[in-house]
């Protein structure tokens, strides 16, 4: 069986698709990547995955709404919503330094869990949207983000793209989470 999520190897939505496979009987699942909720909703319709997890709100962050246009323009069947913990981490390419940290980039709903944090901690950093919380690590370790960059992202993701922790838990909340949705292709 093949789940569909909506983020890359990494990211909170593999952690997500790999609870939902174990609260649903499906420990065999085949994880695909896809990035966000309308590549998992299309991929879904069209038959290349059999279940899809994605994120729609977050208990600091509020409602995912990148992904409402999704919701709205497909048709699918809410198998299961469920929540799990959410600890952001800032990530940088190793021997980086704070002091060399010019930009911090993320997921437009990840860096809203940390905005005060970042405005704190941070004032003088650009801060930069990405499509994915891992993508941006992935980016970042191979190069495609400047070496002065340092993302915001989970602890698997630094450990699956070889990223250092400059600095742990930053989210505003220390209790973090984020609900998502389990679907399945509509029945007629």
């Given at each position: 069986m093949k789940i569909g999520i909506s983020g890359t190897k990494g990211s909170f939505s593999e952690e997500a698709g790999r609870v939902y496979a174990g609260e649903t009987g499906i420990p065999d699942a085949e994880i695909v990547y896809l990035t966000d909720a309308e590549?998992?909703?299309?991929?879904?319709?069209?038959g290349t995955v059999d279940r899809g997890v994605f994120a729609i709100e977050n208990s600091n962050g509020g409602v995912v709404t990148e992904y409402l246009p999704a919701i709205a323009k497909h048709r699918f069947s809410i198998d299961k919503i469920f929540e799990i913990p959410v600890d952001h981490m800032l990530l940088v390419r190793p021997g980086t330094k704070a002091s060399g940290v010019t930009a911090i980039v993320s997921q437009k709903q990840a860096l809203r869990q940390c905005r005060m944090?970042?405005?704190r901690h941070w004032p003088g950093v650009e801060i930069k949207e990405y499509i994915d919380t891992a993508?941006?690590?992935?980016?970042l370790a191979d190069g495609k983000l400047p070496a002065t960059a340092a993302v915001v992202a989970s602890a698997r993701a630094g450990e699956v793209y070889d990223l250092e922790v400059?600095?742990?838990?930053?989210?505003?909340?220390?209790?973090?989470y984020t609900v998502f949705l389990g679907v399945m292709k509509l029945t007629e």
């Amino acid at each position: 069986m093949k789940i569909g999520i909506s983020g890359t190897k990494g990211s909170f939505s593999e952690e997500a698709g790999r609870v939902y496979a174990g609260e649903t009987g499906i420990p065999d699942a085949e994880i695909v990547y896809l990035t966000d909720a309308e590549h998992v909703l299309s991929s879904l319709e069209a038959g290349t995955v059999d279940r899809g997890v994605f994120a729609i709100e977050n208990s600091n962050g509020g409602v995912v709404t990148e992904y409402l246009p999704a919701i709205a323009k497909h048709r699918f069947s809410i198998d299961k919503i469920f929540e799990i913990p959410v600890d952001h981490m800032l990530l940088v390419r190793p021997g980086t330094k704070a002091s060399g940290v010019t930009a911090i980039v993320s997921q437009k709903q990840a860096l809203r869990q940390c905005r005060m944090y970042l405005q704190r901690h941070w004032p003088g950093v650009e801060i930069k949207e990405y499509i994915d919380t891992a993508t941006a690590a992935k980016d970042l370790a191979d190069g495609k983000l400047p070496a002065t960059a340092a993302v915001v992202a989970s602890a698997r993701a630094g450990e699956v793209y070889d990223l250092e922790v400059l600095e742990a838990k930053i989210q505003d909340l220390k209790f973090n989470y984020t609900v998502f949705l389990g679907v399945m292709k509509l029945t007629e």
